[in-house]
């Protein structure tokens, strides 16, 4: 466990700290992410260290690209994308989950589906911390108040995973959302949690390019104005519109009054955040939701204007989910549309390219000696010579070889020195 961050190949789901809860706790490192540390003392021995490999999204991971589905699937690039059996754009019918949202509410409008008629118990997923709004914790919510509190993207580090026992320990189903990486590991632990299996009603992933660190949302506050986080009374990165505003409203000085400091999208993901995501983030395999039942994401095919109304791309993934989100579409919960699968590389091409070179990264590590994750089952060589030009694939090898030396890849790094 110490290694798989220490070698910086930890993608922070918690999953660890659910199974092991007695043994290891989620915090928060600036400069990282979320990360697994050891509460047992000295004279203690971890016990589990043979059971890492089974349930670690960052050691390995294996592909459902032949899932039980797979008769099914339309014909699709799911080298690139991973199994889909449909492809649906759309938005939430409930305005306000809309237009908080950040792109379209479909999410949102799914999770209240599952709890206002599949009768689900609750919702767990990620929200700001409210006590100190820069943070995320994770949470469940059981209504329509508790989600719209939750709605809008977070880009910064969470561990919803750690708190799986609350799904487990539910009278009924659940759903859980999370990021790609955190399904994966929801896949992973309910292999080995036979009531945590029967508990877990539906899975939905958020597309993710990567999960800036907390140093990174530091840093656009205070281009933001905001000389002191603890005079942050709220943070939204986006939503509200689409993609709506990053938006901070906080205490100037020793003023009473709450002013807001905004930026554009644009200029909070594209300028800052984005360079702040750990090494673990430029070689994930899965960026739209492989292992979720229904996974979401924004349509970006098209020019978006400054008042556009949110938009989801919503891609079914499993058997499961499809029944749900045809039931959630029938009872009014979304408006939402079959659409073309080739809306999906028009609207995400930078994931698509991210895939794409990630052979050409892993081999890279392999021939330096520096530690990565296994993906078995995973197509990466045939995308690699498909999707990129020769001096793309140059760079994929070039800018590995560099990353090894800058960020001291094959040493392991000491996660708390500036924490």
Same mark, same amino acid.
């Given at each position: 466990?110490?290694?798989?961050?220490?070698?910086?190949?930890?993608?922070?789901?918690g999953?660890?700290?659910?199974?092991?809860?007695?043994?290891?706790?989620?915090?928060?490192?600036?400069?990282?992410?979320?990360?697994?540390?050891?509460i047992?003392?000295?004279?203690?021995?971890f016990?589990?260290?043979?059971?890492?490999?089974?349930?670690?999204?960052?050691?390995?991971?294996?592909?459902?690209?032949?899932?039980?589905?797979?008769?099914?699937?339309?014909?699709?690039?799911?080298?690139?994308?991973?199994?889909? !059996?449909?492809?649906?754009?759309?938005?939430?019918?409930?305005?306000e989950?809309?237009y908080?949202?950040?792109?379209?509410?479909?999410i949102?409008?799914?999770?209240?589906?599952?709890?206002?008629q599949?009768?689900?118990?609750?919702?767990?997923?990620?929200?700001?911390?409210?006590?100190?709004?820069?943070?995320?914790i994770?949470?469940?919510?059981?209504?329509?108040?508790?989600?719209?509190v939750?709605?809008?993207?977070?880009?910064?580090?969470?561990?919803?995973?750690?708190?799986?026992?609350?799904?487990?320990?539910?009278?009924?189903?659940?759903v859980?959302?999370?990021?790609?990486?955190?399904?994966?590991?929801?896949?992973?632990?309910?292999?080995?949690?036979?009531?945590?299996?029967?508990?877990?009603?539906?899975?939905?992933a958020?597309?993710?390019?990567?999960?800036?660190?907390?140093?990174?949302?530091?840093?656009?506050?205070?281009?933001?104005?905001?000389?002191?986080?603890?005079?942050?009374?709220?943070?939204?990165?986006?939503?509200c519109?689409?993609?709506?505003m990053?938006?901070?409203?906080?205490?100037?000085?020793?003023?009473?009054?709450?002013?807001?400091?905004?930026?554009?999208?644009?200029?909070?993901?594209?300028?800052?955040l984005?360079?702040?995501r750990p090494?673990?983030?430029?070689?994930?395999?899965d960026?739209?939701?492989?292992?979720?039942?229904?996974?979401?994401?924004?349509?970006?095919?098209?020019?978006?204007?400054?008042?556009?109304?949110?938009?989801?791309?919503?891609?079914?993934r499993?058997?499961?989910?499809?029944?749900?989100?045809?039931?959630?579409?029938?009872?009014?919960?979304?408006?939402?549309e079959?659409?073309?699968?080739?809306?999906?590389?028009?609207?995400?091409?930078n994931?698509?390219?991210?895939?794409?070179?990630?052979?050409?990264?892993?081999?890279?590590?392999?021939?330096?000696?520096a530690?990565?994750?296994?993906?078995?089952?995973?197509?990466?060589?045939? !995308?690699?010579?498909?999707?990129?030009?020769?001096?793309?694939?140059?760079?994929?090898?070039?800018?590995?070889?560099?990353?090894?030396y800058?960020?001291?890849l094959k040493?392991?790094?000491n996660?708390?020195?500036?924490?």
């Amino acid at each position: 466990m110490h290694d798989v961050a220490a070698y910086q190949l930890c993608c922070g789901c918690g999953v660890c700290a659910y199974l092991h809860s007695e043994q290891i706790k989620m915090v928060d490192v600036p400069d990282s992410g979320r990360r697994p540390v050891s509460i047992l003392s000295d004279n203690d021995r971890f016990t589990s260290d043979f059971e890492l490999q089974s349930f670690c999204p960052g050691i390995a991971l294996t592909s459902r690209h032949n899932n039980n589905a797979l008769s099914e699937l339309i014909n699709f690039a799911s080298d690139a994308w991973g199994g889909v !059996l449909e492809v649906f754009e759309g938005h939430a019918a409930d305005s306000e989950i809309r237009y908080k949202g950040s792109s379209g509410g479909a999410i949102s409008a799914l999770a209240l589906y599952c709890l206002e008629q599949e009768k689900m118990q609750g919702v767990l997923h990620t929200k700001a911390d409210e006590h100190a709004p820069y943070l995320n914790i994770t949470s469940m919510s059981h209504n329509r108040d508790d989600i719209l509190v939750a709605t809008g993207s977070r880009y910064s580090p969470a561990s919803p995973c750690e708190q799986l026992i609350r799904i487990e320990n539910a009278q009924g189903s659940s759903v859980f959302i999370g990021k790609p990486c955190d399904v994966a590991a929801v896949e992973k632990a309910r292999t080995l949690k036979p009531e945590l299996d029967k508990k877990i009603g539906l899975t939905i992933a958020c597309f993710c390019a990567g999960t800036p660190s907390t140093k990174g949302t530091l840093e656009m506050l205070g281009q933001l104005g905001v000389i002191d986080k603890n005079r942050l009374k709220k943070l939204r990165y986006r939503g509200c519109g689409w993609p709506g505003m990053t938006t901070a409203s906080h205490q100037q000085h020793d003023e009473v009054e709450t002013v807001d400091s905004e930026m554009s999208y644009q200029q909070s993901w594209g300028k800052i955040l984005q360079k702040f995501r750990p090494w673990r983030c430029y070689i994930c395999p899965d960026h739209t939701g492989e292992f979720a039942d229904i996974a979401v994401g924004d349509p970006w095919y098209k020019e978006i204007e400054s008042d556009s109304a949110g938009r989801s791309l919503i891609l079914v993934r499993s058997r499961k989910g499809r029944e749900i989100l045809h039931q959630a579409i029938d009872a009014g919960y979304l408006l939402a549309e079959k659409v073309s699968p080739e809306i999906v590389p028009a609207s995400q091409p930078n994931l698509l390219k991210a895939r794409a070179a990630l052979w050409g990264r892993l081999v890279t590590l392999k021939n330096m000696g520096a530690p990565c994750p296994k993906y078995l089952n995973t197509p990466l060589f045939s !995308l690699w010579v498909k999707e990129l030009s020769t001096k793309e694939k140059a760079q994929s090898i070039y800018g590995t070889v560099k990353r090894v030396y800058t960020k001291q890849l094959k040493k392991k790094q000491n996660l708390f020195k500036n924490s």
